[in-house]
Antibody, heavy 122, light 114 residues
């Protein structure tokens, strides 16, 4: 079955760079059509899509955060890494990674990780 | 401010029917992109509830149904149960900016079972 799990620091200081890793199983990012995305959720607030990478290394970014985000994949390790530069307290949120498929009409996330809470504070 | 607009809260008594709306625009729902719904129980990750406007993944009770018309979509829950108390989010695809369409979420709706 498909599982995803996020890992990374729970606390980062303002201006630092955040690096999060999504380790998954049950699928391969070398399979045509497969993608992994990142979504975050500030405490008590709504979901916000951040970035996504497809099997063919096609990368998509949220326009509002594009300058701060980088998404990469390591197919051999079954991992996707998200980096976010210049962290600010407003970036405090639970960060989720999720699986998707690049099929017409299938632009949804069918499997989600448990999420990891990242707090930005000095 | 979310691209897709949902009511902040809805409520209903056990056994009743409630609906949650999701309003978009001509660059997302109105452009023909599908709407998907997620259920987020307290303290847990979102779970796919409805995909492709009206399809339920395996294991989702048929009490949950979705529909789409024009620039809006709706999630209906019949036979409301206490376990349905959660936050619900709609999601679609948006092509308002140059470049490929991107994923957008609604602001979420908190369902309270009275």
């Amino acid at each position: 079955q498909i599982t995803l799990k996020e890992s990374g620091p729970t606390l980062v200081k303002p201006t630092q760079t955040l690096t999060l890793t999504c380790t998954f199983s049950g699928f391969s990012l070398s399979t045509s059509g497969v993608g992994v995305g990142w979504i975050r959720q500030p405490p008590g607030k709504a979901l916000e899509w951040l970035a996504l990478i497809y099997w063919d290394d096609d990368k998509r970014y949220s326009p509002s955060l594009k300058s701060r985000l980088t998404i990469t994949k390591d197919t051999s390790k079954n991992q996707v890494v998200l980096t976010m530069t210049n962290m600010d307290p407003v970036d405090t949120a639970t960060y989720y990674c999720a699986h998707t498929l690049a099929l017409p009409g299938s632009y949804y996330f069918d499997y989600w990780g448990q999420g990891t809470l990242v707090t930005v504070s000095s | 401010q979310s691209v897709l607009t949902q009511p902040p809260s809805v409520s209903g008594a056990p056994g009743q029917r409630v609906t949650i709306s999701c309003t978009g625009s001509s660059s997302n729902i109105g452009a023909g992109y599908d709407v998907h719904w997620y259920q987020q129980l307290p303290g847990t990750a979102p779970k796919l509830l409805i995909y492709g406007n009206s399809n339920r993944p395996s294991g989702v009770p048929d009490r949950f149904s979705g529909s789409k018309s024009g620039t809006s979509a709706s999630l209906a829950i019949t036979g409301l149960q206490a376990e349905d108390e959660a936050d619900y989010y709609c999601q679609s695809y948006d092509s308002s900016l140059s470049g490929p369409p991107l994923w957008v979420f609604g602001g979420g709706t908190k369902l309270t079972v009275l």
